[in-house]
C-alpha cells in the first residue's frame, strides 16, 4: 500500500511538470509576442528554442544521471529549481528590448531574435528535459521496491516446488542438468517479474503528456481571464511544493523506498521541510499583494522599453491578445501585443482614409468594416448616407477598455442605429454570413500581414469569400504599408503580392500612392476610380460636411504623377506571387522586409528562397540518406562464414547494435520533426478555414497532447502483451516433469525494427494524405470542424507510437534507463527543434500545405529507407 501511495505521488508529480510546462510555454509565448509586436515568427523560434532546452536537458541528465547516488533526491531539488526559474526569465523578456537598446518602434531583427530566444527560453526547456531521465529513474525504483516485496512469496514458491526442480545427484552433478536447474529457476524468476525497463519511460512520457493536456486546457479556459502570469505562477509553485511535502513525507514516514542510510532518510527529511515552508511562503504571496505588485513593476518596465515617452494608463489581457492604451497630449494610443493598432481622437486621419473609401462607389448604402474603427473612421463613414454599417471587432474586451478614453463623437458613432457592432473573427464573418451580395463596400482596416493571422485577410481565397457578399459593383479595399518615391525589391515583391493577389480575384483593381498603399478592387466598369474629378462629384452628391477633410485633399491624396508612378513599378513586375491560404507568401516577404527595414543581415538569403523549386528542399535529404547508407556500408566488418553464426544475435555483434541504435534515433528525430510540422499545418489550416483560434488552442494543444498520451499508451499495452504473454509448458528439455517449466516468448529486437519500419510508412502516407484532408473539409461545418480537430489528434497518436518503442530497442543493449530517457527524449526534441522553425517560417510559406507536406513525406520515407536497410544489414554480417 506504501508503495502504490508513492508511485502515485511520483506520477502525480510528473503530470505537474507537464501541466507546469505547458503553462509556462504559453505565458513565454504571449510574452515574447508583446516585445516582438505579434509576429508569428516568434512562435517558430520560441517553440524551436524551448525544444533546443529540452534536447539539451535531457542529454545532459541521461550523462550525469549515473553520477548521482539517489535519483529521487535530485529530482526533487530540480522541482524546486524549477518553480524560480519562470518568474526570472518573465521579468528578462519583458526588459530585453532595453537590454538590446532597441529604438521605440523598431522590430528586432531575425538573428538577435533568435539568439535572444534561445538564452531567454532556455533556462526553464532545460530544466523540463533534465529532470526526464531521473523521473524515469524514479519510477523505476519504485516498482522495483514494489517488486522486491514479492520475492519472499517467490521463495516460497520455489521451496514449495523444490522436489519438482530438483533432479538425481546424478544429473545435479552433470552440467547439463546444472544447466537446466538454472534455467527452470530464471524462467520461474521471469515469469514473476519480467517487467520491462522501457514500459516505465512510456509511462513516464503518458503522465506527463497528460498533465500537457490538463495545463493546456486550465489556462484557456480559466487561468488566463482571471489571473496576470506572476498570480499563475504563484498558484502553480503552491500547489507543486504542497505535492513535494507529501511524497517526501511519504518516503520519509516509511523510509524503504529507495536507501536505508541515515544520511539519506536525513536529506529527504530537510527537504521535507524545505518543501513545506515554500508551500507556506506562496500560500502568503498568494493572498498578498506581492504578485500584483511584481506584475505592476514589470509591466511598466515592459512599456518603458516600448514606449517611453507615453504614459500608460491602461492594461489587460483578453483572450485574445494584450491590451495597452497609451496617453501622449490628448492623444490616446491602442497597442495590442505591444504593436501599435490605433489613436483616438485621429480625426483628421481618419477623415481621409473614410472619404476616399466611401467615394469609391458612387452610392453606397451597405458597409462591412473589418478591423479597427475607432479614432474617428466610423463617425466619418456615417457622414455619408448609408443604410447600415457593419463594425466586425474580434475582440469585445477592446471595447470595453477603450470606452472610458473615447470621445463623444466615438461613442456617439458607436451607438448610432445604423451601426451593428459584431464580436467575430473577421473572416469566420464573412465565410458564413447569410448576406449574399449585400454590401457595397468591404473596409479591411487591419495592420499589415505581418503575422499568420493577420494574412488570412490578403489571401485568393478570403478576396473570393468576400466576392460572394459584395454586389455585382461591390468593392473590396484593402492597405499596406509601402514606400513614397522608391519601390525597391523587398517592397516591391511584397506589395506587388498584394497587387497581384487581387488581379485574380477580380477584373479591376488600382492602387494609390504614398507611404501607405490602398488597393481598391471591383468587378464592374465605372465604379472604383483614381479620378480626382469623379471623386469630388460624388462627396458632393453625398452632400458631406466634415470638420477634418474637404474635397480639395483629394488632390494631395492622389497626385497624378505619383499614381502613375506606384501603376508602373507594379504592372511592369513579373515576378509577383501569388498569396493564398495554402502558401501565405504575403507573410513570408513581410519577413523578408522586416529584416531588411531593421538592418539584418537575412533578407538576401530569405528573398532568394523564394524562387527556390520544391526539388531543392528534397535533394538534401535524398544525399543525407545515401551519405548514412554509404557510411554503414564502407565500414560494416567483413565476417567469415565461421563467425557468422556467432554474430548473428544483437548480443555478439556490437557492429550492428551500434547503427541500429544510431538509425533508431534518426528515425524518431524525423518523427519529432513531422510530428510538431504537421501539428503547425493543422493549425494554420485550422486558423485559415475556421477563422481565428487563439481561444480554441488550448483545446487544439491539448489534443494533439493527448493523441501523444494515447499514442505512448497504445504502444505500451503492445509492448506488455508481447512482453508477457501467456506463459507456455515446454517440453524440449525432456519428458519428465521435473524438466518442464514455465517459458515466458522472447522477441528480439528483429520484431521490434518491423514494427518501427511499419510505423514510418504510416506516417509518411499521413503526410501525403493530409493536403486531401484538408482541402476535402475546407467548407465550414461543425462536423468539418470535429473532423479537422480529430486529424489533429492522429497527428499526435502516430508521433506518441513511436517514442516507447524506440526506448524499447534502445533498452535491449542499453540497460541503463536514464541514458535511454535521455537520448531518446534529446533526438525527439532535436528534430522538433528544426520542425518548429522551418515549417513555420519557410516551408508553409513558401512551398505551401502540400509542398510542406510532401517533404514530410518523403523525410519519413527515408527513415523507413534507412530502417529497412538495418534489417538487410542484419542478414548480410
Not at 500500500?1 to 510528473?14: D, E, G, H, Y
Amino acid at each position: 500500500m506504501q508503495n502504490k501511495r508513492a508511485l502515485t505521488l511520483v506520477f502525480l508529480c510528473i503530470a505537474a511538470i507537464g501541466c507546469y510546462a505547458t503553462i509556462a510555454q504559453v505565458m513565454l509565448i504571449r510574452e515574447f509576442l508583446n516585445i516582438f509586436y505579434g509576429n508569428e515568427l516568434c512562435l517558430g523560434i520560441v517553440f524551436g528554442a524551448w525544444f533546443l532546452g529540452i534536447a539539451t536537458g535531457a542529454f545532459a541528465g541521461a550523462k550525469i544521471e549515473h553520477t548521482f547516488k539517489h535519483a529521487f533526491t535530485v529530482f526533487v531539488i530540480t522541482l524546486m529549481v524549477m518553480c524560480f526559474v519562470l518568474p526570472v526569465q518573465i521579468v528578462f523578456v519583458r526588459g530585453i528590448r532595453g537590454l538590446l537598446s532597441v529604438g521605440v518602434g523598431e522590430y528586432i531583427s531575425i538573428l538577435p531574435l533568435l539568439l535572444t530566444s534561445i538564452g531567454l527560453i532556455l533556462p526553464f526547456s532545460f530544466i523540463i528535459g533534465f529532470v526526464f531521465p531521473f523521473s524515469s529513474k524514479v519510477v523505476w525504483d519504485v516498482t522495483v521496491s514494489r517488486r522486491s516485496r514479492n520475492q519472499k512469496t517467490i521463495s516460497d514458491f520455489r521451496l514449495q516446488n523444490s522436489d519438482l526442480l530438483s533432479n538425481s545427484k546424478s544429473e545435479i552433478h552433470s552440467p547439463e542438468s546444472a544447466i537446466r536447474n538454472e534455467n527452470n529457476q530464471n524462467s520461474q524468476h521471469i515469469t514473476i517479474d519480467n517487467k520491462d525497463p522501457a514500459i516505465d519511460i512510456g509511462m513516464v512520457y503518458i503522465i506527463e503528456s497528460m498533465g500537457s493536456l490538463f495545463g493546456g486546457l486550465v489556462f484557456s479556459f480559466f487561468l488566463v481571464a482571471r489571473f496576470h502570469p506572476f498570480k499563475i505562477i504563484t498558484l502553480l509553485n503552491t500547489g507543486l511544493f504542497v505535492l513535494l511535502f507529501f511524497l517526501l513525507f511519504n518516503f520519509h514516514r516509511k523510509g524503504q523506498v529507495y536507501s536505508r542510510e541515515e544520511e539519506h532518510k536525513k536529506t529527504k527529511r530537510y527537504l521535507g521541510l524545505i518543501s513545506l515552508g515554500m508551500a507556506l511562503v506562496m500560500i502568503v504571496v498568494l493572498f498578498s499583494p506581492i504578485s500584483d505588485s511584481a506584475e505592476a513593476l514589470s509591466a511598466k518596465m515592459r512599456w518603458k522599453t516600448l514606449n517611453p515617452h507615453i504614459e500608460l494608463v491602461a492594461s489587460a489581457d483578453s483572450k485574445y491578445q494584450h491590451i495597452d492604451i497609451g496617453k501622449q497630449a490628448e492623444q490616446y494610443n491602442i497597442y495590442l501585443n505591444g504593436q501599435y493598432a490605433s489613436s483616438f481622437p485621429n480625426e483628421y486621419e481618419y477623415a481621409q482614409i473614410a472619404h476616399l473609401v466611401m467615394t469609391q462607389h458612387p452610392s453606397p448604402k451597405h458597409v462591412l468594416l473589418i478591423g479597427s474603427g475607432l479614432g474617428g473612421l466610423i463617425s466619418e463613414m456615417l457622414r455619408h448616407p448609408i443604410e447600415s454599417l457593419d463594425y466586425v471587432e474580434l475582440d469585445q474586451n477592446l471595447l470595453q477598455i477603450s470606452d472610458k478614453y473615447l470621445s463623444p463623437s466615438d461613442r456617439q458613432a458607436l451607438s448610432d442605429s445604423r451601426v451593428t457592432i459584431i464580436h467575430q473573427d473577421g473572416r469566420y464573418y464573412v465565410k458564413n454570413t447569410p448576406k449574399r451580395q449585400h454590401y457595397d463596400i468591404i473596409l479591411v482596416n487591419t495592420p499589415d500581414p505581418s503575422t499568420a493571422f493577420l494574412n488570412r485577410f490578403y489571401t485568393l481565397e478570403f478576396f473570393r469569400e468576400a466576392q460572394k457578399i459584395l454586389k455585382s459593383d461591390g468593392v473590396l479595399i484593402a492597405s499596406v504599408s509601402s514606400a513614397v518615391t522608391y519601390i525597391g525589391k523587398e517592397v516591391g515583391s511584397y506589395t506587388g503580392s498584394l497587387y497581384r493577389t487581387l488581379h485574380e480575384a477580380f477584373q479591376k483593381v488600382l492602387v494609390t500612392p504614398g507611404q501607405t498603399n490602398s488597393y481598391f478592387a471591383c468587378n464592374k466598369d465605372g465604379v472604383i476610380t483614381l479620378n480626382i474629378e469623379t471623386l469630388m462629384e460624388r462627396y458632393r452628391k453625398s452632400q458631406v460636411k466634415s470638420n477634418y477633410f474637404t474635397e480639395y485633399l483629394f488632390y494631395t491624396l492622389l497626385q497624378p504623377e505619383q499614381v502613375k508612378f506606384i501603376e508602373n513599378q507594379l504592372s511592369q513586375r513579373r515576378d509577383l506571387l501569388v498569396n493564398t491560404d495554402a502558401r501565405p507568401v504575403t507573410y513570408f516577404l513581410n519577413l523578408v522586409l522586416w529584416d531588411s527595414l531593421t538592418g539584418g543581415r537575412l533578407h538576401g538569403l530569405f528573398h532568394g528562397l523564394k524562387d527556390v523549386k520544391l526539388q531543392w528542399f528534397l535533394i538534401p535529404i535524398v544525399i543525407a540518406l545515401a551519405g548514412r547508407i554509404i557510411y554503414m556500408v564502407i565500414k560494416s566488418p567483413k565476417t567469415s562464414s565461421g563467425d557468422r553464426q556467432l554474430e548473428s544475435t544483437e548480443e555478439f555483434n556490437p557492429y550492428y547494435t551500434k547503427q541500429l541504435k544510431t538509425n533508431c534515433l534518426i528515425a524518431l528525430a524525423t518523427t519529432g520533426f513531422t510530428g510538431i510540422a504537421l501539428e503547425i499545418v493543422l493549425l494554420y489550416a485550422f486558423q485559415n478555414i475556421y477563422g481565428y483560434i487563439y481561444e480554441r488552442m488550448g483545446v487544439i494543444v491539448a489534443v494533439f497532447m493527448l493523441g501523444l498520451a494515447l499514442g505512448g499508451y497504445l504502444m505500451n499495452q503492445i509492448i506488455k502483451k508481447i512482453r508477457n504473454p501467456k506463459p507456455v509448458l515446454d517440453f524440449d528439455r525432456g519428458p519428465e516433469i521435473s524438466n518442464r517449466c514455465l517459458l515466458p516468448i522472447v522477441v528480439d529486437s528483429h520484431y521490434w525494427v518491423k514494427i518501427l519500419l511499419i510505423m514510418q510508412g504510416f506516417i509518411g502516407f499521413y503526410a501525403i494524405i493530409l493536403p486531401f484532408i484538408i482541402h476535402a473539409l475546407s467548407s465550414y461545418s461543425i462536423a468539418a470542424e470535429v473532423g479537422l480537430t480529430c486529424f489533429i489528434g492522429i497527428a499526435g497518436v502516430l508521433a506518441g507510437l513511436e517514442f516507447p518503442l524506440v526506448n524499447k530497442l534502445f533498452m535491449q543493449s542499453n540497460k541503463d534507463m536514464a541514458v535511454s530517457a535521455g537520448v531518446t527524449y534529446s533526438a525527439d526534441h532535436i528534430g522538433a527543434i528544426l520542425g518548429a522553425i522551418l515549417t513555420g517560417v519557410i516551408c508553409v510559406p513558401l512551398l505551401g500545405v502540400f509542398g510542406t507536406c510532401l517533404i514530410l513525406a518523403v523525410l519519413k520515407i527515408s527513415s523507413l529507407v534507412l530502417i529497412a536497410f538495418s534489417i538487410l544489414l542484419r542478414k548480410r554480417i
